[in-house]
């Protein structure tokens, strides 16, 4: 399935849980959370949500970063 033909940034959340120290070991997993379309005055774009979880060494999450990206069909 074709999604579009230029994609942008829609924004990013970030919240923190633990300081992050010199030396830890930091290690991520990133996941689809969501995938959806929307319609505008400019035909349709289709959002992709990516959840990434920071942990550290202990496995205990410092950080986590929701990044939304959007995809639309310039050709339209």
Do not use: W
Not at 31 to 51: E, H, I, L
Request: with cysteine; net charge positive.
């Amino acid at each position: 399935m074709n999604f579009g033909t230029a994609g942008f940034n829609a924004g990013q959340h970030c919240e923190f849980y633990e300081p992050m120290k010199a030396g830890d070991t930091i290690s991520a997993t990133t996941q689809v959370s969501s995938v959806y379309a929307k319609t505008g005055r400019t035909g349709t774009m289709v959002f992709t949500v990516r959840r990434t979880t920071f942990k550290n060494q202990y496995g205990r999450v410092v950080m986590m970063v929701e990044q939304s990206n959007v995809l639309r069909d310039m050709r339209q």
